[in-house]
Each structure stands twice: as C-alpha cells, then as structure tokens.
C-alpha cells in the first residue's frame, strides 16, 4: 500500500491556472488569427492576428456586427455558417474547415484558411470560434513559382537548344522536344529518369560535388563536355551548362541543363571501339598543348626523355601530324581537346575508362 501511494504521490500534477494562463497568452498574442462570434454575429473577442487580416486593430472589432468589416457578401455567408453551426451544435461538436478570400480593395486580397467550432460557454449560451491562418503570400510565392516554370516550358518549347528539366535531387521533370529528338527516346521515358543516368553514363565521370554547390549558390552555373548514349544512334558529344532556378524564398526549384550539341567527333571513327589513347599519351598531350617543354613534361609526369619521345612520336603517327604544332592543331581539329577549356583536357570517351 505504501509503495503505491508513494508511486501516485510522484506523478507530476499540471498546474490548471499555469497552462490556462499559457493558453490564453498563446491564443492572444500567436500567429494564429481567432475569433469569437455570438448568434447576433457580433465579434466577442478577437485577437490581433483575427484583427490584422481586417488592417483593423482588435479594440475596433470586439463588440462590432461583423458586416461592418469587409465584403457584405462575405459576411453573409459567414452568418450563414454560423447559424448551422450553432444550430447543428445542440447535438454534437461541430468543427468544420472554413476557406475565404477576404478582397480590402481593388489590389489587395488576403486567402485564409482555417477551422470554425461551436463552443459552449458554461451558461450554456452557444458561440463559434475561428481559427485561421493567412495563407496569400504562401499562395503568392506558389502563384509566381507556377508562372516561372510555365515561362520556361514556354521558352523551351519553342526553342531548337535542348533543353532538361531536373528537380533538385535529380529526377527529371521535363525536356523540350528538342533534347527528346536528340536523344532517341519520347518524354514519357525521360520523366522519372535521373539526370544521373542520362548526362553521366559509363562514358562520362559521374556528376561530383558540383551540384551541392550549385544548389547551394557556391557557384553560378556548371558546364561541362560529356558524351552521351543514344538509343538508336551512335553517342553524340555534347556541351551542358547547368543552372538553378529558385523559388521568390530562394530554394532550388529546379536544375536546367542547356544542351549544346558539338559537332561529331571524327576521331572516333579512328578510335573504333577501343580508347585512341591511353592515359599517358592523354597527360603528354595535354602538356604539349598548355605549351610546356619536353623536360616540364617529364618532370610533372615523372617520365624519362626517352619515354616522352616515345609517346610524341605515337602521338603524332595517330593523329597524322608532321610536327609538334600541327599535333595540337589536329588535336582541337579533331576534337580531342576542346577550344573552351582551359587548361586543355583531352575528352574522357578519347581515354580509357577509370576503374571503378
């Protein structure tokens, strides 16, 4: 017996005045705007949330008919959802969702939503109390994020550069028929696809940590050269700059990849299906072309002047070229190294594959 009363007598016991204190300061003072309403449709009590949605202050509402503030026509119908709820509320609780647009003037309209409840005041007199939140900047910023994507799909709808659609973690939401010609495939296959899959295939190092910083606003835009799978043509090179497009509160909305076709690569019909070169010719090559001397090349890539001389003279038998100077100039001629990159780098489906 002792142990249970001693059990009972440390379970915490709220303090009813302290929370009803907390209440009734929450209710008074929160964002959430509240009212309440007797049968005659005059304001009870209101607090300064209820009152801001009228530009009012809560003194100007308590006491007042409720047609005196803002459309009749609302009004009425809200005296109208009043007189049911008080009505139905002599059998059971009635708590219902009550939306409306509250239009102030000519420019200015406020979309609340919210709860309507018959309550019961301890002299058994009937009452409805109103809970809302002001949802228009929330269906503004919704509004305007709407219309920017319809802009887009506008603009890409019409335009020959392909263009995909990507939401931020990187399922495809739309491409313009022009990416779907480009790539074989009709756009009901593209949709639920990842970036992923399509812009960094087994051709094409996987997308790294760019698109954190991307979405983060660390960097502006992305570009990059990569070569991509088709479904009935041969993999076509492509040059992609990928850009964010963000919501009025500043989070990504979406990533836009703006596809630029580059012309086709003729090595490649040199290369077969095997790499044209391997990695250390890649690495020489790129040297040459930054411009660095035979002895720079072999300190950076610790390789003997025999083993450069070696590597040059295949380089130059592959790409057909007489000299050191025309082994570049064949190099962009041909593709290989790409005129908008700097430092050169020669182009990942020309090298062998990283292991994975």
């Not at 025999?306 to 064949?330: E, F, G, K, W």
């Amino acid at each position: 017996m002792d142990a249970v009363t001693r059990k009972e007598s440390s379970t915490p016991v709220l303090d009813e005045p302290a929370v009803y204190r907390l209440l009734v300061h929450l209710i008074t003072h929160g964002p959430v705007a509240v009212c309440v309403r007797d049968p005659d449709g005059r304001y009870r009590w209101v607090n300064q949330a209820y009152a801001a949605l009228y530009d009012r202050s809560a003194s100007d509402m308590i006491g007042a008919p409720m047609d005196e503030f803002g459309p009749r026509a609302l009004a009425g119908e809200q005296q109208w959802l009043d007189a049911e709820m008080l009505t139905r509320a002599c059998e059971t609780t009635i708590i219902r969702p009550h939306r409306f647009a509250l239009r102030l003037n000519s420019r200015r309209t406020r979309h609340v939503a919210g709860y309507l409840a018959a309550v019961r005041a301890r002299n058994g007199r009937a009452f409805v109390a109103g809970f809302y939140l002001d949802l228009t900047e929330q269906m503004r910023a919704k509004r305007e994020l709407f219309q920017m994507r319809e802009r887009h799909r506008a603009v890409a709808e019409r335009s020959t550069i392909p263009v995909l659609v990507c939401d931020p973690d990187g399922t495809v939401s739309d491409a313009n028929p022009a990416l779907c010609e480009l790539l074989g495939r009709q756009l009901h296959d593209l949709r639920g696809a990842t970036a992923g899959s399509l812009l960094f295939n087994r051709n094409n190092p996987q997308c790294g940590a760019w698109w954190g910083d991307l979405l983060g606003g660390k960097i502006p835009s992305h570009r990059a050269r990569v070569l991509l799978d088709r479904k009935t043509e041969a993999p076509v090179e492509v040059r992609f700059t990928a850009s964010v497009s963000r919501s009025p509160d500043g989070q990504p909305a979406s990533v836009v990849f703006a596809v630029e076709a580059v012309r086709q690569m003729r090595w490649a019909t040199m290369a077969g299906s095997t790499p044209l070169l391997s990695e250390v010719q890649a690495r020489v090559l790129e040297r040459v072309a930054i411009g660095d001397s035979n002895a720079a090349i072999g300190r950076a890539l610790n390789l003997s002047r025999q083993s450069i001389d070696y590597h040059l003279a295949v380089l130059r038998r592959r790409l057909r070229a007489p000299s050191r100077t025309a082994l570049v100039s064949h190099a962009y001629a041909l593709g290989l190294l790409d005129a908008e990159e700097w430092p050169p780098t020669v182009h990942a489906a020309a090298r062998p594959a990283e292991p994975r």
